[in-house]
Nanobody, 119 residues
Framework: QVQLVESGGGSVQAGGSLRLSCTAS??????????MGWFRQAPGKQREKVAT???????SYADSVKGRFAISRDVAKRTVVLQMNNLEPDDTAMYYC???????????WGQGTQVTVSS
């Protein structure tokens, strides 16, 4: 069983920055074998991918966040980080950390952390 705990959400004004962190309760070896990612869901909308990172460190981003967000992982710390810069009101959502056996399969999810961006 994999448990993921997110932190770092909050409220900022447009143009500001936030750093989300997700720590996994599994061994460092296991973390290195999982693809990990960040997803978000705004009220009344479907959950969408924000950014993912594979076991090889290959990253992928939603078009709406390219150039503003950056995902990274620290296997030793069992952590994946989402650095969010130049935030926009449309970035307001609940952000979820996820882990899975492949870049297209995520079967472990965190509880979520709220990000609110005001104009």
């Amino acid at each position: 069983q994999v448990q993921l705990v997110e932190s770092g959400g909050g409220s900022v004004q447009a143009g500001g920055s936030l750093r989300l962190s997700c720590t996994a309760s599994i061994s460092t070896y296991s973390v290195s074998t999982y693809s990990m990612g960040w997803f978000r869901q705004a009220p009344g909308k479907q959950r969408e991918k924000v950014a993912t990172i594979t076991t090889y460190g290959i990253t992928s981003y939603a078009d709406s966040v390219k150039g503003r967000f950056a995902i990274s992982r620290d296997v030793a710390k069992r952590t994946v980080v989402l650095q969010m810069n130049n935030l926009e009101p449309d970035d307001t959502a609940m952000y979820y950390c996820a882990a899975g056996p492949s870049p297209s399969v995520y079967n472990y999810w965190g509880q979520g952390t709220q990000v609110t961006v005001s104009s």
